[in-house]
């Protein structure tokens, strides 16, 4: 079965999220062909793929794909998995991927899915698993079309080691195919450091922090942390930080060490988005909050009160060299 990664870059590297989708490639591939479409990169990035399990890489230099185009890269991936007859499209669950994926499964008479958290082969076919119901339950889908595309959300599976020795094909792609958007106008979201998807550590507010003040008091602890700050739906929509912080079914997902939820009630759609953090932490006035059955520590208080004091604590620590 050949099988089409289309990656996307983060930070002028391959997003972790594509070298996770590579693996997932990898191991259903068989004696197929993993094949990865990589726009607005440069050839360094592609030699990168190759190394992580990549058999063949397309790549559309930033000279002829300057930034993301629904038009052109609908068109650009449809003509790669007709060329290579691919059986399965692979596309990271971001705003980008979510955008793309039903476009290009429309354009190959193919099945969408989108936000996997599984993708398997069982008896010979596909089966894709996805939060349904607000993120309550889970369906596992099978399609009967020839090809299915599908969005698989980040820090599900682990990426393949660096092989320096394996071998692989590098093409280049130019011009980018001809497009009826025209585009006006990009604004980067302000704002460095690691990105929430790779953080280990982030402290992640709610509704219960009031307004959009309350953010300052958490960004100081995840200085202190050396982590990121996060935010469930409600602030993103009220406007108190931006919607590039929101965790959740509808928003990212992230796999940190520690997760500190502060004022969060525990909604499933939330938790659709961190429920796989190694160690959560919850805040929260409401002892019975549903975060705290899904927390392995819990504390019952006014955030303004205990993250100040959390953070006052965490730096009174010695130092160790």
Sequence with gaps: ?????????????PASASL?????ARSLAGEGRVIVLLLGAQIAAAESLIAR???????????????YNSDAWTACAASVANEHAVALVLAAHTPRGADLA?????????????????????????????ASHGGNVRETLRFKTE???AT??????????????????????????????????????SGVGVRLEDAKVIIAGGRGLNGPEGFDVLATLAETLGGVVGASRVPCDLGWCSHAMQIGLTGKTVTPELYIAVGISGASHHLAGCGNAKTMVAINTDKDAAIFRDAKFGVVGDYAKVVPALTAAIRALPTTS
């Design 152 to 189: 698989v959300r980040a820090g599900i599976y682990d990426a393949l080691p660096v092989d320096a020795k394996r071998q692989g094909e590098i093409v280049t792609l130019s011009p980018a195919p001809a497009s009826r958007v025209r585009v006006i106008e990009r604004k980067r979201e």
């Design 1 to 13: 079965m050949n099988t089409l990664v289309i990656a996307e870059m983060a930070l002028d590297q």
């Design 102 to 130: 039903p476009r290009l499964a429309f354009r190959l008479n193919g099945a969408c899915a989108t936000g996997c958290v599984g993708v398997e082969q069982q008896d010979g076919a596909l089966h894709f698993t996805r």
């Design 53 to 67: 399990g990549a058999d063949k890489v397309i790549v559309g230099t930033p000279s002829a794909f300057d930034g």
């Design 147 to 149: 090809c299915v595309v």
């Design 20 to 24: 996770e989708h590579l693996a997932v």
